[in-house]
């Protein structure tokens, strides 16, 4: 095929790439907006097979038949809740495979001149940044390693010297060809990615995996500029904006700057030991009630907002809440769920857990949209979330997390927490919010909690 | 600087724009779906695997192109369906009671 035809398959492909990111900004369009997407994927693959430069399809066949085999069965099988750490791998294959394209052209010899120099070095180095970076946060997230943030001392200088040493190879790499020291590059950003992501802790993973997305993208485009191919720069462009984007505005609602987030090991302090219920260590006293106390008052509210948290995913407990919040619609109870930005361990992770429980997503409420509605709730019922809901974060200055926009659920009447313990939150800070006069405790396990409170409700 | 050059650069600064610009429209309550849906987009970069492992006859094109392809196909197969399994899960209200039925 002539190669003007190719271009304009590519161009049809971008155009497709657009739209679909148009359609995903409602949910009623969303799913036609993946397929519109799609299908410019297809145009482009299509339009690339039938390029006059490839000779031997033998090798392409068996990528492909692999590859889709094994995105096929990652994306049948996984677990809505495991959904963060299979973006992450994903998104560590696609930086891995924009790296290995860019070693292909620069170990034969196809790059010379800075224009070719400068994209191929950039797409391996931030490629192999980011694919051993999503395989760490993939570990992490998978629990296969510990979510805690891992730290040595003279990490942060470590790091920096293996930055240097990257900087000064790419330099160097500009004005003599060296094969050998193109492979030293690789192998450093290689440990980069491990060694960045290694100090960040699991509540931190939302900034990280939206920070990876926008590295594997900018390589993607350089990629782009290595074989001189729009569709590549485009698509690239595109998701380094919106992982840059993502990054900016999960770090904004975690009231911290991006370098906090990255290179402050947050949330690594010891956990307070937990107490249950009764007067705390500094006399603050605690108030602790049954599932019988707490479906009454949840029963005669008029509205009642649910606050999800982490915790609700790891309890498994999204389908038991929605059980209680039909239930209690059912009796006429304006029912809600307010979302933090941060809710979950990727952006809109908490969104997309509900969905799966049937929630419709009408219900789903925006954290800046929900806050002014606070004064006139009922009931806030705090399943599963802490830092999200801490009060410090507005009062106190000084705190870990202050600044960091919070649910403001001690603005509602009445609030309810189910939790296990009185343990501290991912900040590992004491949650002022629990000696609240306003407020009663639940304690157990949020699912079954939940289950307690249904078969309450229905008694009442 | 080529004029080639120029104009590849004015294709990634537009793309920019039109990436920030679209993308700051979708709501919180789709992000995790925006991030799957465009890390299936940055698999785009298989066309560069392809280009690889279908034009070279030594064995480190063959070898880094395959893995490549390999590493892309899971990417863009991956990243779109498990869009889609969760872009089908999002679902407004079941009776759906609309605006005019209930201003009527």
Redesign the interface.
Known sequence: MPQIWIDAAYLL??VC??L???F?????T??R???V??AG?GV??IA??L?A?????T??V???V???A???A???M?K?TA?PQ??A???G??G???A??A???Y??GGATGP?DLVPVIFSAAVGSISFAGSMIAFLKLQEWMTGRPLTYPGQQVVNALVALGILAISGYLLVTASAPLYVTLVVLALLLGVAFVLPIGGADMPVV??LL?AF??L???A?????????????????????T??TL?MSRAMGRSIANVLFSAFGSAVLVPAARGGPSQDGRTVRSGSADDVAVLLAYANSVVIVPGYGLAVAQAQHAVHELAELLEKRGVDVKYA?H?VAGR????M??LL??A?V???Q?V?MDEINPQMERTDVALVVGANDTTNPAAKNTPGSPIYGMPIIEVDEAHNVVVLKRSLGAGFAGIDNELYYNPKTTMLFGDAKKSLSELVSAVKNV | ??A??LA?IT??VL??F???E???????????????????????????????????H?W???V???????????????????????????????PAPSDEQKAA
């Not at chain 1, 430069?53 to 399809?57: A, K, R």
């Not at chain 2, 465009?38 to 970069?45: C, D, F, L, Q, Y």
């Not at chain 2, 880094?64 to 899960?89: C, K, P, S, W, Y």
């Open positions: 492909a971008a790439f657009i679909g990111l148009r995903l900004s409602h949910p009623r969303a799913r907006g993946n397929l997407a799609a994927m482009a693959l690339t097979l390029d430069h490839i000779t031997n399809y090798w392409i068996v990528g492909v692999i590859g889709t094994v995105g096929v990652g994306a049948r996984v809505m959904m299979m973006v791998l994903f998104n294959v696609g891995g495979a924009a290995l394209v070693s292909s052209d170990l034969r224009g995996i939206s997305n594997t993208g390589s993607a485009a990629t782009g500029f290595v074989l001189s191919n729009t569709v590549l720069i485009v698509g690239g462009t595109l998701v380094g904006a919106s992982g984007l993502l505005m979302i930005p990727m952006p809109g992770h969104n997309v969905a799966e049937n419709p997503y009408e789903l925006e | 600087m080529s080639h050059l590849e294709v990634l793309a920019a039109v990436g920030f679209v993308i700051s429209k979708v709501p919180t309550t789709l992000h995790t779906p925006l991030m799957s849906g465009t890390n299936a987009i940055h698999g785009i970069v298989i066309v560069g695997g392809m280009l690889v492992a279908g034009s070279s030594d480190i094109g063959i880094l192109g395959t893995i490549a392809v390999t590493f892309g196909t899971i990417n863009v197969v991956g990243g779109f369906l498990v869009t889609d399994r969760m872009l089908e899960m999002f679902k407004g209200r079941r």
